[in-house]
């Protein structure tokens, strides 16, 4: 059993920046890949990007590269997704979800443990 909670969200004015934490019990974190992703209201779930377990690779969406950056700290069970250059399109529910898995491209289906998300509002 794996148990992730999301934090760091909130409101941010255009231009700015936030950072996302993904704290996990349960199940040894360093054995988990983590995704990120995200949901506004009327949308379909988004994969923004991911990092493997077994090398630390990441995948980033089209959408945020450049823009957000996926860490992990193994020894804090902490993952994380700075996001910089934020603007309004990119308001929504932000998710953290953990696989076993080794894809980096996996859509939310293919995620086994989830967090209830935190809210992101960027205002122009």
């Known amino acids: 059993q794996v148990q992730l909670v999301e934090s760091g969200g909130g409101l941010v004015q255009a231009g700015g920046s936030l950072r996302l934490s993904c704290a996990a019990s349960g199940r040894t974190f360093s054995s988990l890949s983590i995704g990120w992703f995200r949901q506004a209201p009327g949308k379909e779930r988004e994969l923004l990007g991911a990092?493997?377990?077994?090398?630390?690779?990441?995948y980033y969406a089209d959408s945020v590269q450049g823009r957000f950056s996926i860490s992990r700290d193994n020894t804090k069970s902490t993952a994380y997704l700075q996001m910089n250059s934020l603007n309004p399109e990119d308001t929504a529910v932000y998710y953290c979800?953990?696989?076993?898995?080794?894809?980096?491209?996996?859509?939310?289906?293919?995620?086994?443990?989830w967090g209830q998300g935190t809210q992101v509002t960027v205002s122009s």
């Open positions: 990092i493997r377990w077994t090398d630390d690779s990441t």
């Open positions: 979800a953990g696989k076993t898995g080794i894809s980096l491209t996996s859509a939310s289906r293919a995620y086994n443990y």
